[in-house]
């Protein structure tokens, strides 16, 4: 292939995005070692996508970066957890971590079939250790945003005709308007309940 033939092929595009097949790869290389200039045509092909990516860029809207910058706070924030400050969950935290420091907390017998234990309430957010032997029965939410993490134990979480089986470590965020029940599958269910105002 000539240099002028392979100019036009669109082979150094694909190159630059990363979506050569590996017999292109190397043709592309034996083609940068025979003809040095292409390296120029290389970087402007860089500049020209960098700058298409830029130009048409699309912001994020102002809440999802508010969630973004809440999630990463959130996961630091975890590495000292405190009973008087949690952090938000996410399915990103550790569920272990968790057990441990609401540990003190639990029932010390399984009386009650189920119980609840306020963890934070403020700022349009509320936390509450859940340990349940009932199932859920079904709700909606239209302006809170409801997930859970699971401590210990095992469920079904169904969310319209979909259904999840969840056990420690699992993390679940209900979507909007959609009605959605829990079914415990073991003795009992210990998760931490999280609902966030959507207005935040």
Known sequence: MDLKEFLDSGLLELNVIGALAQDEAQLVHKMLVSHPEIKK??????VFFEQ??????????????????????NLAAEQNMQLSQTPLISGFSDSNAWLELISPLLPKDNSCE????????????????????????????EDLDESFLILKGTCVCTIGNTSINMGAGDFMQIPLDLPHTVTITSNSVTAILQRVDCAN
């Open 114 to 141: 189920r119980f609840k234990k306020l963890l934070r309430y403020e700022n349009g957010v509320m936390q509450l250790l859940i340990v349940s032997s009932t199932d859920i029965d079904e709700e909606v939410h």
């Open 41 to 46: 045509e290389i970087a402007a092909l860089e």
């Open 52 to 73: 298409h990516a830029i130009k048409n860029a699309v912001s994020p809207h102002l809440r999802m970066g508010k969630k973004m910058e809440r999630l990463f706070s």
